[in-house]
């Protein structure tokens, strides 16, 4: 039992709803209204509905599924946009909560599901071919990574005009441009 | 005294050291030596220690020229990598409480300093020209958004091979790569 793998990522995992109501609770509607990118992009709220999808029907049922099917069994493909009819009228806070919540469950459901013995097991995503346990959760957490950093980049559109000129030295604004080119660090 | 925009700058400026606090205390160190970007980025401590530059040398005293030199005088310019020599056996536990307790400083002089009426008064930034108060208070927020997310990066980054062919739909990861055109949100 020397592999930091499960607690480090349980480490991140656990912290996320935290961070995001740290974050979102009690900031004023100024900043919640704008896309991370402009026309098709994300809200802050877009995003919490969209990490309560996920807890709902991506890691624990797909890590049920390398455990009970393996590779005999494809994982069924994750709806991206099904938080947009289910959340309609949700608070904000009760969105929070309701993550909180679910991510508490689905983590105590990872500790009685997965042990260090069974990172290596592997099962079939349907696009992307054999995949293993250690790679499912390491993408967990970084899924949760990738899309709190989207709710920076909305907060920081609602401030793009403000800004006036420095626009040019803020990368996170930047980038939100249609067909900008990476920007540096 | 319609203006809600010094309220809701400072709203988000309260936050960040907060939510660095978060994000990062207690995290296992696996998840803290990648930078942002392989080669030269940056790791979480020197983002932190790059906001602590931020607090002691750029904004409040650019907000005191304004104040008092107009646009007689261009700002001084800002070193971003001041933190590098001086952050030097800084632990970052002890970063995360000198860059709360400096935000709380410069917040409580901002508040002394800046009313609603400053907010068009003009200054010379020394590359970009004249700029308003509004602006310097309105990218001291975005450039906190930009450098958390920049430790989300980081993070993630710290995760780059775990993920194994997951990585292909984060777009967090693959924008860390040299080269990479900017992935959709």
């Known amino acids: 039992m020397n592999d930091p793998f499960l607690a480090e990522t349980t480490a991140l995992l656990e912290r996320t709803p935290r961070v995001?109501?740290?974050l979102l609770e009690g900031l004023p509607d100024g900043w919640l209204d704008t896309p991370d990118t402009p026309g098709d992009g994300w809200t802050p709220r877009d995003v919490v509905g969209h990490l309560i999808s996920a807890e709902l029907d991506d890691w624990i049922p797909r890590a049920e599924m390398i455990l009970r099917d393996g590779t005999s069994r494809a994982f069924e493909p994750f709806d991206?946009?099904?938080?947009?009819?289910?959340?309609?009228?949700v608070s904000p806070p009760a969105l929070i909560e309701r993550?909180?919540?679910?991510?508490?469950?689905?983590?105590?459901?990872?500790?009685?599901?997965?042990?260090?013995?069974?990172?290596?097991?592997?099962?079939?995503?349907?696009?992307?071919?054999?995949?293993?346990?250690?790679?499912?959760?390491?993408?967990?957490?970084?899924?949760?990574?990738?899309?709190?950093?989207?709710?920076?980049?909305?907060?920081?559109?609602?401030?793009?005009?403000?800004?006036?000129?420095?626009?040019?030295?803020?990368?996170?604004?930047?980038?939100?441009d249609p067909g900008s080119s990476p920007a540096p660090a």
């Open 20 to 22: 995001v109501r740290t």
């Open 99 to 176: 993550f909180e919540a679910l991510r508490r469950e689905q983590l105590t459901r990872l500790r009685e599901l997965v042990g260090e013995g069974d990172l290596d097991r592997v099962g079939r995503h349907p696009e992307l071919g054999e995949v293993t346990m250690r790679q499912l959760l390491a993408t967990w957490a970084v899924h949760d990574l990738d899309h709190v950093a989207q709710i920076y980049a909305a907060l920081a559109g609602s401030y793009d005009a403000a800004v006036g000129p420095w626009k040019a030295y803020l990368g996170i604004l930047v980038r939100r």
């Open 80 to 89: 991206r946009f099904a938080h947009v009819e289910r959340d309609v009228g």
